[in-house]
């Protein structure tokens, strides 16, 4: 196989006195930063740091912010609730957010001075509140609430803990980490500070999302599904209700008639344009490229911009002087700020190289970024007059007292010639010319991809030895539609050929040692380790948490009926391509011992699949272990299991590969 390049991203720091592997504990140590919020006067940033709290076994989000410029940052709640969604009131006084203080309580809207004090609630909504939003005024904000249930409108609290039957009459009936699906909607309501009740502004059989207000005040737009079957269908469109209606929304502006998903619409600064993402291809569902538009505020036809882009596109915006769109621009392993002018002209990186931008805000040419990299988890950082700059140091400590690894980002071709990228992670102390165990550990989605963020795993992994590929396989999204697109209804074949391409790639190069070969990964990345294990005996140990195995068992079980009968039709009338690609048909050529994991209520990827291919292989006679992780749902969150699953990881590669 002909090596095209290997560019090196980092290089291993020198061992400074101190300095030791990464351990399990470091790792669960590391804090998130999320969110990035300007206040009105451009001085300060609000942001979100999630941290581990061991002795209560569970996470809590704290509301911190920094100056603008530089200096140190400041905490703005304490550790005993969890604080998310800050927003700023438009004279910059208060700092809004929403949290459940209490056990049992509901998240409401609280708000803080930012000059101190204790938080004051604003809001006493009894079914709780989800997204807030200021008017542009500050005198009102605008609210996201589900409607009530009737036992929610009772003063007994017994009550409401006594469990009810599930009434279920809806084509998509569950969804994981939410449940079982009634017809209790979310809608927008309006709210004055120091008033009891809100207002309702829209109703319906329908959900309501990404409200934002008009510059003016007068009016909100928003995303929402009304068509006849919101769940036989991804036909969201962007519409606008009057912020002072009184017929809970009634008469409504349908902006877009695109038959497909369009969504986070934001406004123009003179509120006659909106900027908002869609896609086009509907045919290609969750494979379609993510598009940039701009269509008037009284409708008609949008225009899409950068349309020859063919990468996605996320969290567009206009500029504070509306001459420019900045957005999120996904590609080849990367995660950029882009801009473009409305009128598609000027297209340009704004921020750019081999980083991961995952949030930004804008105030006046100060931008104010989420921005992580390879080995280093995302910190919030400025960028003015072409110079970015680190405002936060949430993890520098931590990290500075540990042996970091090398990254390598690589390209190789694919049996059929198609060229694939990737990254390398290297182990402690690597030296050329000696060949390591290496695990093949595969990303989610599939409509995903390893980019320059911080990757847990891969840490874990060099700490202990291991050589980590981290490869994008076709399916991945980043690198155009077609190389997405190429796994419609065809699991398992062609990211199959990438990523064992991937290994020969890691042997030829030199790396790795082919007599000491792991795979796994989570989601998608457990379902392709199942494709890899029934398709090769060259690994000695594999892991495969929450994948899928046989998939016409899932329909009506999971929560993807929709994709399913897109991707693959009704399993009834089309049973041979769902058997086709389900691995389970071929659980009897499986040699490689093999761990399955997965969350007792996953209803995203449920446990059955994990119990099938456990049982299955047990009755074989083959090397394997079933763990599951009680009342944990798609991701595993309680601090305590993470670290379990992560032992387990180490413990069975150890045992199997290394």
Known sequence: MKILYSIVLCCSLVMVQGQRPVAIDDLLSLQNVRDVEISPDGKWIAYTVSAIDTAKDKSTTRLWMVPAAGGNAIPMTGDSYSAGNPRWSPDGKYLSFTAAKGEDAKAQVWTLNRLGGEAEQLTKIKQGVSGHEWSPDGQRLLLLIRDPKPEELTKDKEDDKKPKPQVIDRLQFKQDYVGYLDRYRTHLYTFVPGDTAAVQITSGDYDDSSPVWRPDGKAIAFVSNRTDN?????NSDIWIVQADNTDKGQHLTRVTTNENADASPRWSPDGTQLTYTTVTDKAAMWYATQKLAVIAASGGQPRLLAESLDRNISMP??????????FLLEENGRQVLASISPSGADFKRVVNGDVTVNDYALHGNYIGLLKGSSLEPA?????QNGALKK???????????????????????SADGTPVEGFVVKPIGYKPG?????????????????DHSFHAPGELFAANGYVTLLLNPRGSSGYGQAFCQALFADWGNKDFQDVMAGVDYAIQAGYTDPERLGVGGWSYG??????????????KGAVSGASEALYRANYGHDHYQLTWELELGLPWEHADTWERISPFNDVAKITTPTLWMGGSDDWNVPILNSEQMYQAMKRLGRETQLVVYPGEHHGIRRPSFQKDRMQRWLDWFGKYVK
């Open 379 to 383: 910190e919030i950082h400025s960028f």
């Open 391 to 413: 405002l936060t140091s949430t993890n520098d400590t931590r990290l500075a007292q540990l042996q970091r690894p090398t990254v390598e980002r690589i390209q190789f071709n």
């Open 434 to 450: 000696v060949k390591y165990p290496t695990i093949l550990w595969l990303h989610g989605g599939p409509v995903s991809q390893y």
């Open 230 to 234: 919101p769940d036989g269908n991804d």
């Open 317 to 326: 915006r206009f500029a504070p002087d509306g001459k420019s769109i900045y």
């Open 526 to 539: 457990g379902i392709l380790t199942n494709y890899v294990i029934t398709k090769s005996e060259r690994f």
